[in-house]
């Protein structure tokens, strides 16, 4: 069993759960997985990826499930095109190929039958073994202006136990997420949490401060993760492992909170997702002038009166 002796152990694997379905985005997703949605021109898991490896995390794990292989395919090499853009003597689209290929070194392995969240993160155990490990999910993209990961990582190192990414939401958002009951500490954005609730009702919720998709780890959460029965929607949460873990820390506590006011896209929100493909546009050298001078346009001239 890990103890709170985990703090300082260094921190390189990452562990990104991705068998969901993406109803959200049928017909889309029907044939696609919803984490090969484009952003502008780079799928939305190539973002999530970049930011473990920004936050010094180069061992991926995937945890993937059936018609996931687009996800494999991306990130390995693909000799016929880079011969092709090679010819052409097209080395800017040859570098963007190759790069999501270099980024790091990315393992797979298959849920199988999908149990929650939960389940997913016990998946990813032989892999992790007894380190302190990230999970991020594919849902939720951060900018890389604002380093969350690296921030939980650095709060992590100095308690030890697990952290998990908080954000301040309106109450009548909270039944969207999982929330926490948290005491301040010593750093304006770190709390220190005593519970957990998933989902819960705004009247129930302990607070306005929810778990959005970044996680770092204790591996004491594995033997939580096997001993736990299925709660919300009959699936293992992570949430309630982590309750267990705040609740006594000797199982691998304590569990911490870094609380984020930074920039995030929920890309499995069709709308948020939009927002993010027109935010990050806008924000681009190559594209962004002339996307801008086109979208300041269309919301003066074109949208209906009124809108």
């Known amino acids: 069993m890990s103890t709170p ?4 152990s260094r921190i390189t694997k990452a562990v990104i759960p991705a068998a969901g379905l993406g109803t959200r985005f049928l017909p889309a997703t029907k044939a696609t ?3 090969m949605l484009p952003v502008v021109d780079k799928p939305a898991i190539q973002y999530v990826i970049e930011e473990a490896v920004s936050a010094g995390l180069s061992d991926i794990l995937m945890i ?5 292989r687009p996800l494999e395919d991306h990130f390995d090499r693909n000799y016929e095109l880079e011969e092709t853009l090679r010819r052409k003597g097209d ?4 570098d963007k190929v190759q790069a999501s290929s270099d980024l ?6 298959r849920q199988g039958d999908p149990k929650g969240l939960g389940h997913a993160v016990l998946c990813a155990e032989e892999h992790v073994g007894e380190q302190p490990f990230a999970v991020l999910l594919g849902d939720d993209m951060m900018d890389p202006r604002d ?21 301040e939401v309106a109450p009548a958002q909270l039944h969207l997420y999982g929330c926490v009951a948290a005491a301040p500490t010593g750093d304006d954005d770190v709390v220190t949490v005593s519970d957990l609730v998933e989902k819960p009702k705004p009247a129930d919720a302990p607070s306005n401060l929810a778990i959005i998709g970044r996680y770092v780890l204790d591996p004491g959460i594995f033997e939580v993760l096997r001993k736990i029965h299925p709660g919300r929607d009959g699936e293992i949460q992570l949430t309630d492992a982590l309750q267990a873990l705040a609740a006594d820390p000797s199982l691998g506590g304590p569990v911490h909170g870094v609380v984020f006011r930074g920039r995030r896209y929920d890309t499995g929100d069709r709308a948020d997702y939009l927002r993010a493909i027109v935010r990050l546009a806008c924000e681009r050298e190559d594209l962004g002038p002339d996307f801008r001078s086109w979208l300041r346009s269309y919301v003066q001239q074109e949208m209906p009166r009124g809108e």
């Open 5 to 8: 002796s985990a703090r300082g």
């Open 33 to 35: 997985p919803k984490e």
């Open 64 to 68: 993937t499930g059936r018609n996931k």
């Open 91 to 94: 080395d800017t689209r040859l």
């Open 104 to 109: 790091a070194n990315i393992h797979y392995v």
């Open 147 to 167: 380093p969350l990961l690296t921030r939980m990582i650095e709060v992590q190192q100095r308690h030890g136990g697990s952290v998990v990414a908080l954000m």
